[in-house]
């Protein structure tokens, strides 16, 4: 069903409120298909921003407008029948309110995220965190509590959706380094001269063979961190650094479309110099690669609470 979310990113920082307009998307981090709408929706109140709203999608469907749920939650933005008999608008003005088109759904999921924040805009704290309290507890809660309320589901809610919606903002200052890179590197390095295996993971059925996202995936379960199966989402696990702010431990990506992570098709795990350690191709051997190329796509710089925030479902 339809998460709302809602944090403001300033200077790699949350903070609730104020003027939406300054947050950047990171590049491709929204399919170019919806990259508009996105940036325009999402700046329907100070309550959300364009980063915050292509969380939601993620967090919803991936962006599958045809996405159904199980809970009969329909479309890009999983609305729920009478939820968008309720709250769906007609995005673009064509007389016809669609659920299965982004361009009513995608304005809906930001119409009612504002609605949302202004039954809890007289609560003290910030706005966009209450907003998402009030969707996991309902608004009465909010009210009663003077805020977020002391519910450990309520909280980790808050928490799991404002960490995911850092992947999808473009830093505006330079990100902390991983804690846990080294450890991510050693791990690959200690695979170096192994044959790939499309779909391999490492285990000893497949005499620990790896694909790429296996290999990156590995490499970090290895720290700790439990990354996605596939490359796609593991881009989400963390904020985006620029070609010239690599640091080793980095997950650099691979895409088909430069304007689409939903098209990344490889991975690897930056070592630095302009090299990585990755899982090439079927024929091939885990090597130090160079990841200047025609499709390099951009870099994650994986946290534990960005990984731990990604859905499993998309």
């Known amino acids: 069903m339809l998460l709302v979310v809602g944090v403001y990113i300033v200077a790699g920082n ?3 409120g104020g003027a939406a307009g300054g ?3 990171a590049k491709g981090a929204v399919p170019a298909a919806y990259q508009t709408l996105v940036q325009k929706w999402g700046n329907l109140c100070p309550a959300v921003n364009p980063a915050l709203l292509a969380a939601q999608l993620y967090q919803e469907s991936g962006f599958n ?3 159904r749920s199980p809970a009969k939650a329909q479309g890009i933005a999983q609305f729920i029948p009478g939820t968008w008999a309720t709250h769906g608008v007609d995005g673009d003005g ?8 982004p361009d009513d759904a995608i304005p809906s999921a930001a119409s009612y995220d504002c609605e949302l924040a202004k039954y809890v805009r007289d609560v003290p704290g910030d706005v966009s965190a209450n907003m998402l ?11 009663r509590y003077g805020g977020v309320p002391p519910y450990r589901e309520t909280r980790n809610y808050v928490k799991t959706i404002t960490t995911l919606a850092k992947s999808f903002a473009a830093p505006v200052a330079r990100v902390d380094p991983s804690r846990q890179a080294a450890g991510a590197i050693a791990y690959a390095q200690s695979k170096l001269g192994t044959p790939y295996l499309w779909g391999g993971t490492g285990t000893a059925a497949q005499s620990g063979r790896f694909d790429c996202s296996g290999l990156t995936q590995a490499s970090y379960d290895k720290v700790g961190i439990k990354l996605p ?15 010239n702010e690599l640091l080793p431990g980095d997950l650099v990506f691979f895409s088909h479309d430069p304007t689409d992570s939903r098209a990344i098709h490889h ?4 070592v630095g110099g302009g090299y990585m350690i990755d899982a090439p191709r079927t024929g091939a051997v885990i090597r130090f690669d160079p990841i ?10 994986v946290t534990e609470d960005g990984a731990k925030a990604l859905p499993t479902h998309v």
């Open 292 to 301: 200047d190329g025609g499709d390099y796509f951009g870099a994650t710089r």
């Open 94 to 101: 064509d007389g016809d309110r669609d659920v299965w088109d």
């Open 23 to 25: 947050v950047g998307l």
């Open 133 to 143: 309290a009030a969707y996991n507890a309902g608004a009465y809660a909010v009210i």
């Open 14 to 16: 949350l903070a609730g």
């Open 229 to 243: 199966r596939v490359a796609n989402d593991q881009y989400n696990a963390g904020p985006h650094p620029a070609r």
């Open 65 to 67: 407008p045809g996405a």
């Open 267 to 270: 991975v690897g795990i930056y």
